[in-house]
T-cell receptor, first 112, second 109 residues
Framework: KAGVTQTPRYLIKTRGQQVTLSCSPISGHRSVSWYQQTPGQGLQFLFEYFSETQRNKGNFPGRFSGRQFSNSRSEMNVSTLELGDSALYLC???????????FGEGSRLTVL | QKEVEQNSGPLSVPEGAIASLNCTYSDRGSQSFFWYRQYSGKSPELIMSIYSNGDKEDGRFTAQLNKASQYVSLLIRDSQPSDSATYLCAVHTGNQFYFGTGTSLTVIP
């Protein structure tokens, strides 16, 4: 069974640009969450999607947005990038029966 | 007060010893508890989940949950150098996961 797949794995952007990250969950998982991980702040929750609806949202500015498609694939977008947005962005899909979260390998974003 | 707190370490143990990692959480209504292992530069990997009071064993790993005291622990028996990583405690409360900042474990050969 394939795991959570995130693309791209690495990307470099400059301040002011925007970026879109993609996530394909484990087959059969309908819940997808996004997290930002930085050395100083640890794992910070961005948002969760279930059946194309945003079910929960963390404390991030509106520059961070996401969506989920009918096949459960999800994308997140960050507009007007700032240096502080440099981080590892992790997508996780959740198994409904156990509630367990499974993470993808992440997308490492560097903003110059 | 943070939702989930862990001692950041670093925690060093000799090879073959027992490593003990602890986590406390603030919401008494929390129902599900998880331990993740994260190697440097990699993503978190689920190693244990526990839902009820007591111990749950899986190979060299034992998770312990005490809801009355609001703590979760992870014991790693016969620690190996390959266990050197950061261990994240996660708690599912309401409709959200909360993660601790992790405990860095080093197993010394």
């Amino acid at each position: 069974k394939a795991g959570v797949t995130q693309t791209p794995r690495y990307l470099i952007k400059t301040r002011g640009q925007q970026v879109t990250l993609s996530c394909s969950p484990i087959s059969g998982h309908r819940s997808v969450s996004w997290y930002q991980q930085t050395p100083g702040q640890g794992l910070q929750f961005l948002f969760e999607y279930f059946s194309e609806t945003q079910r929960n949202k963390g404390n991030f500015p509106g520059r961070f947005s996401g969506r989920q498609f009918s096949n459960s694939r999800s994308e997140m977008n960050v507009s007007t990038l700032e240096l502080g947005d440099s981080a590892l962005y992790l997508c996780a899909s959740r198994q409904r029966a156990t509630g367990e979260l499974f993470f993808g390998e992440g997308s490492r974003l560097t903003v110059l | 007060q943070k939702e989930v707190e862990q001692n950041s370490g670093p925690l060093s143990v000799p090879e073959g010893a027992i490593a003990s990692l602890n986590c406390t959480y603030s919401d008494r209504g929390s129902q599900s508890f998880f331990w993740y292992r994260q190697y440097s530069g990699k993503s978190p990997e689920l190693i244990m989940s526990i839902y009820s009071n007591g111990d749950k064993e899986d190979g060299r790993f034992t998770a312990q949950l005490n809801k009355a005291s609001q703590y979760v622990s992870l014991l790693i028996r016969d620690s190996q150098p390959s266990d050197s990583a950061t261990y994240l405690c996660a708690v599912h409360t309401g409709n959200q996961f909360y993660f601790g900042t992790g405990t860095s474990l080093t197993v010394i050969p």
